[in-house]
């Protein structure tokens, strides 16, 4: 049990739908990074938050969106869904920003019909 | 950019050792990190190594060599249980990239 939430578990959207994903992370961890994991791979690094700001970005399109709040819990925001966004999204806290060991949730199984 | 290699399977037997490697090419390299992920399961952190050597954390160990850009995971006296998937992941500034995964069958 690592102490990260996230919610819902599973979620069935269309095509051009909008998203939100949610995150609670482990209390006093003031970093969140959120990450996609299609069937049979590695979690790929969409981005990263420190104390409520972009702190970093891997290689997705502006639709993808997030925002962390002061209460340790965060959204991904995900606009015009594609059928090749479906997959599991995964949060993760880390106590500060240059923290290399990371807490994950379970993640939220998004299928875009 | 960063990729890294590792295999995609490998099968061994309860109490075997059993070593999962990974290569990288980076454009910026802090460390190298292994996550355990169980089917279904949240990845969870096993081990980090910032500098070359080996670090010890019971049955697992994690290797890494920096001017090989390799580093290996070796898994002691297997059991039922270990059998998952493997990651290794490389951290750069604000960015962690993870390899594919090695899938590890433990069998009886």
């Known amino acids: 049990e690592t102490g990260v939430t996230q919610s819902p578990t599973h979620l069935i959207k269309t095509r051009g739908q909008q998203v939100t994903l949610r995150c609670s992370s482990q209390s006093g961890h003031n970093t969140v990074s959120w990450y996609q994991q299609a069937l049979g791979q590695g979690p790929q690094f969409i981005f990263q938050?420190?104390?409520?700001?972009?702190?970093g970005r891997g290689n997705f399109p502006p639709r993808f969106s997030g925002l962390q709040f002061p209460n340790y819990s965060s959204e991904l925001n995900v606009n015009a869904l594609e059928l090749d966004d479906s997959a599991l999204y995964l949060c993760?806290?880390?106590?500060?920003?240059?923290?290399?060991?990371?807490?994950f949730g379970s993640g939220t199984q998004l299928s875009v019909l | 950019g960063q990729s890294l290699e590792q295999p995609s399977e490998v099968t061994a037997v309860e109490g075997a050792i059993v070593q999962i490697n990974c290569t990288y090419q980076?454009?910026?390299?802090?460390?190298l990190s292994w996550y355990q992920q169980h089917d279904g399961g949240a990845p969870t952190f096993l081990s980090y190594?910032?500098?070359?050597g080996l670090e010890e954390t019971g049955r697992f160990s994690s290797f890494l060599s920096r001017s090989d850009s390799y580093g290996y995971l070796l898994l002691q006296e297997l059991q039922m249980k270990d059998s998952a998937s493997y990651f290794c992941a490389v951290s750069g500034y604000s960015t962690l990239t993870f390899g594919k995964g090695t899938m590890l069958l433990v069998s009886p």
């Open positions: 993760a806290s880390t106590l500060d920003r240059g923290d290399e060991k990371l807490f």
């Open positions: 190594n910032a500098l070359d």
């Open positions: 938050y420190y104390r409520e700001e972009e702190n």
């Open positions: 980076t454009s910026g390299f802090y460390g």
